[in-house]
């Protein structure tokens, strides 16, 4: 499998608890909000450990992979304010996505995650264009569609959703709360 792309590489192999965390710690700490931490590490209970650290102190844990002995852990620094004020005025549920997915209506699903959230878990078919990356990739998407954008919890895709406005793009639409709280259909390596 393809490596997963990671803002930081934390080495933690052949270091017991509570190091793997003590070295977690000390490199989210020192990272922008978003960035994707991969935490590489061999002690086994690691995986149970860092993702009970990460939900306690409100990072996003994304998961882990396991390669023979090896285990990479992977978490996403959560910004101090996850409750941006949404400004895209056309916002939809959850439940109103899935039945349109159900309809099959010909819709483009976009995926605003980091690429480690999404390779984890995500709508069939969605496109995945990382936020950072929508400037210059708003070639790769219809003008004329219906685009609905999805994150975690519906603010990174608000903000997307205003760029793709802004850029021309007239049928954008906002799901709330987003993967947070999807029930639909998912696909990934989880």
Not at 3 to 9: G, P
Not at 17 to 46: Q, R
Not at 105 to 121: G, K
Request: hydrophobic share 35%.
């Amino acid at each position: 499998m393809d490596r997963i792309k990671a803002d930081v590489i934390v080495d933690a192999k052949g270091l017991s608890c509570p190091m793997p965390i003590v070295k977690t710690k000390k490199a989210i700490n020192e990272v922008e909000a978003g960035c994707v931490l991969e935490i590489i590490a061999t002690d086994k209970g690691s995986k149970a450990d860092i993702k009970a650290w990460a939900e306690n102190t409100g990072h996003q844990y994304i998961g882990t992979l396991e390669d023979e002995n090896v285990l990479k852990h992977y978490i996403r620094k959560s910004p101090n304010d996850e409750t941006i004020e949404r400004k895209h005025p056309d916002v939809v549920t959850n439940e109103q996505l899935i039945s349109k997915i159900k309809n099959n209506e010909p819709i483009v699903i976009l995926d605003v995650r980091e690429e480690a959230e999404y390779i984890f878990s995500h709508i069939p078919g969605a496109v995945s264009i990382p936020l950072g990356d929508i400037e210059d990739r708003l070639q790769e998407l219809d003008k004329d569609k219906e685009i609905y954008v999805i994150c975690r919890n519906g603010n990174r895709s608000d903000f997307a959703a205003q760029k793709l406005a802004k850029n021309g793009f007239g049928k954008v639409f906002n799901v709330v709360p987003g993967m947070s709280g999807w029930t639909g259909e998912t696909t990934g390596i989880q």
